[in-house]
Structure formats: C-alpha cells, structure tokens
C-alpha cells in the first residue's frame, strides 16, 4: 500500500483527501443561500410584499356603504367607497396592482388565444382522465379515476352564492348609479370630462383599436386621480382663476340679455301702444259712421203730444130689447118652402 502511494497510485487516505474540498465547500454554498434568502435583497421583498398584503386586506375592509347620498337621497353602495379608495391612491401597492392586472388581462385577451387554450386543456385532461380508468379497469379491475374521485362532490354553500350574487348586484348598481349621476349632471366637472372622454373616443376610434382604447381608458382611470392628488394645490387654483373668468363672462352676458330684454320690452310696449291707439281710433271712427247713417230729418214737433191724463172708457148706449107679444108671432103664417120644379 505504501508503495503503491509512492507510485502515485490512488489509496483511500487520497480517495478521501480528494473528497474534503467537496465537503468544506458546502459551508460556502450554505452561506451564500443564506445570504441570498437573508440578506437585504430578500428583506426588502419580504417587506414589500407584507405590505402589498396589508394594502390589498385594507383595500378589501374599504367596501362599506358610504356616509354621503346621490342627490336623489339614495344611498349609494359600497363599491362606491372601494373604488374611491382604489382610484385615490392611498394604497399605492394595491393600486399599483390592481392597473398591472387590468392592463395584463386587456394584452392577454389581445395576443393570447385564451378560449383556445381552455378547449385545448379541456380536451387534454379529458383524454388523460378517461385513459387513466380504462387502464386501470383494464389492469386492477379499478380505474384510477375512481380512486382519486372525491367522496363526495363539491358543491358551492348558498352562504357563498348569496354573498356572490349580492356583490354583483351592488356591483351593477354602482355602474347604473353612476351612469345616471353623470348624464344628470350631478358633478358638473365629473359629466364635463366624461363628455370630453366620449368626444376624443369618437376620433381615436378611428385609427386605435378596441383594446388600444381599453389601455388608454384604464391608464386615465387610474394615474388621473394620482395627478391631481400630486397637483392639488395648483390644479385647484388653476380651476378657481377659471371658475372666476367664467363667473365673470356670463355676469357679463347676463347684464347685456338683460339689457337687451328690457329694450325690446320697452319697444314692444311701444309698439304695442300705438297698435292699441290705432284699433281704438278705426273702432271709434266705424262708431261714428254708423251713429251718422241712424240720423234722420224727423223733429221732435212732429209727433203729436203724448197724453198727460189717464185714460177712461167710453161710455156706449146700448139699446134696450123689444118685447113682441106672443099672439102676434102666432097670428103669422106660415111660408111653405120654396120647392124647385
């Protein structure tokens, strides 16, 4: 043995001796794993994802029906307080994370052939399911589908589907509320940068595409909100010089309307006027005409005096009846009547 060690040949003392840098080179590799699982890198990860945790369960606990009402007197609902704090960056992780995903799913139906895909794995685990029973019935007379079938289904609680159907109703509602607010004109600046947002949609339309518009949409949506709360101060100024040079002009214009209004008042009472004087005169002048064509040549001498006594009725003479004695009316004879031959 020793002299094969002279002769350079290999001998277990030199197997293992050839072995111990392997050995003491897994201390290194444990504490670069260590280093690379604790060290800076991984702590800043670490908290940055305990944060985004905290941001999305905040998020989450931000969903309740808010103070304020629609000036209806409705009240409105709790997604309104959930996109209110989404959209006001006061969870900027949670923000952040929610404009990746929505700009992520817009890409993805865009270039990925999703649907396709789903018919694909579909069939493919279809295929493996069916396969793997028949073999199994063909083998152990038991497939292995039906080993690994559960005991039992799984169904959904009515607990779950009434809480699911609840969120998508109130859901709809925000959007119908919403809708409604803006076409009404409840916030004047609100329906003026919707107005604005429909007017640039009506051109783009025209040269960018459907899900070119849907990523210019949700990033107005979200960075929107985020520059005006970064500008606040001089974006409200900027607004109030602007209210106050539209507050002007139209104290302006209402000034010359109703300048305008109380001239023209003035000279349709003017012309109204002499309207009225003019029909008054052809009334008054027809009168006339008619009064002078009733005039006739009689006087008044030439119809007899009335009377000024009372009238009495005449006295009239009626003469007494004349009594024929009986006898004489007997002695009378008789005349035969006239009997024509």
């Known amino acids: 043995m020793a002299d094969g060690a002279a002769n350079g040949n290999p001998s277990m003392d030199a197997f293992k001796a050839s072995k111990v840098p392997k050995l003491t080179s897994s201390p290194d590799a444990t504490s670069a794993y260590n280093t690379i699982t604790n060290g800076p890198v991984a702590q800043n990860v670490m908290d940055e994802s305990a944060k985004a945790s905290a941001e999305l369960s905040k998020l989450a606990a931000a969903r309740h029906t808010p103070d304020h009402r629609a000036a209806?007197?409705?009240?409105?609902?709790?997604?309104?307080?959930?996109?209110?704090?989404?959209?006001?960056?006061n969870n900027p992780r949670a923000s952040a994370i929610a404009y990746a995903t929505a700009v992520s799913l817009i890409f993805s139906v865009r270039y990925l052939d999703i649907f396709r895909w789903m018919f694909k794995l579909t069939w493919m685990v279809l295929a493996i399911t069916i396969a793997a029973e028949v073999a199994g019935k063909?083998?152990?007379?038991?497939?292995?589908?039906t080993q690994l079938r559960p005991?039992?289904?799984?169904?959904?609680?009515?607990?779950?589907?009434?809480?699911?159907?609840?969120?998508v109703h109130e859901l709809i509602n925000f959007f119908v509320i919403e809708s409604q607010r803006v076409l009404f004109a409840e916030n004047v600046w609100v329906s003026a940068a919707a107005a604005l947002a429909a007017f640039f949609s009506y051109y783009l339309?025209?040269?960018?595409?459907y899900?070119?518009?849907?990523v210019i949409a949700t990033t107005v949506t979200f960075f929107a909100p985020l520059i005006y709360t970064t500008n606040q101060e001089l974006i409200d100024a900027q607004l109030k010089?602007?209210?106050?040079?539209?507050?002007?002009?139209?104290?302006?214009?209402?000034?010359?309307?109703?300048?305008?209004?109380?001239?023209?008042t003035q000279v349709t009472k003017q012309y109204?006027?002499?309207?009225?004087?003019?029909?008054?005169?052809?009334?008054?002048?027809?009168?006339?005409h008619e009064q002078q064509n009733h005039k006739t040549d009689l006087k008044p001498s030439d119809f007899p005096a009335a009377p000024k006594e009372e009238l009495k009725p005449a006295h009239i003479n009626?003469?007494?009846?004349?009594?024929?004695?009986?006898?004489?009316?007997?002695?009378?004879?008789?005349?035969e009547p006239m009997i024509a031959s």
């Open 138 to 145: 063909a083998l152990m007379n038991n497939g292995f589908a």
């Open 241 to 264: 010089h602007a209210g106050e040079i539209v507050n002007a002009q139209t104290a302006q214009l209402r000034t010359v309307a109703q300048k305008r209004t109380e001239q023209a």
């Open 205 to 209: 339309v025209r040269i960018v595409p």
């Open 211 to 214: 899900w070119g518009l849907a």
């Open 72 to 89: 209806t007197g409705q009240p409105l609902t709790h997604y309104h307080s959930f996109f209110s704090e989404l959209l006001s960056w």
């Open 272 to 288: 109204m006027g002499d309207y009225t004087a003019k029909a008054q005169a052809l009334i008054k002048g027809s009168r006339g």
């Open 318 to 335: 009626v003469p007494e009846p004349v009594n024929v004695p009986e006898r004489a009316v007997a002695d009378k004879p008789e005349q």
């Open 151 to 167: 005991r039992k289904y799984y169904t959904v609680p009515r607990e779950t589907l009434d809480s699911l159907i609840g969120d």
